[in-house]
């Protein structure tokens, strides 16, 4: 079992960057995929990107593709989204989420067994 926190959200202007990291707690971070999700105000919560246990291979929403960066770092049990040229519509509550796939299985909520409490990310245009 894995619990994981979410850090780094805040309010940017559009253009500009913000890193989220997702710091995971427990066992075994090493063995789970993870995915960030997000939420906006009056929408259903999708997903925005996936990374595989092993860091390759990440899989991005279309609406991130180009902007959006995943990564993970094993050795801290943390997984980061880089994100830059930030848009109003980005403005979401960001969600990390874990659970134990050797690959990413797509964004369907049921997939994730963990789940952070999420972070605000504003974007002003």
């Known amino acids: 079992q894995v619990r994981v926190v979410e850090s780094g959200g805040g309010l940017v202007q559009a253009g500009g960057s913000l890193r989220l990291s997702c710091a995971a707690s427990?066992?075994?971070?090493?063995?789970?995929?993870m995915a960030w999700f997000r939420q906006a105000p009056g929408k259903e919560r999708e997903g925005v990107s996936c990374i595989n246990v092993k860091g390759d291979s990440p899989t991005y929403d279309d609406s991130v593709k180009g902007r959006f960066t995943i990564s993970r770092d094993n050795a801290k049990n943390t997984a980061y989204l880089q994100m830059n040229n930030l848009e109003p519509e980005d403005t979401a509550v960001y969600y990390c989420?874990?659970?134990?796939?050797?690959?990413?299985?797509?964004?369907?909520?049921?997939?994730?067994?963990?789940w952070g409490r999420g972070t605000q990310v504003t974007v002003s245009s």
């Open positions: 989420a874990a659970d134990l796939h050797f690959f990413c299985p797509g964004y369907a909520l049921d997939e994730y067994n963990y």
């Open positions: 427990g066992r075994n971070f090493e063995a789970y995929a």
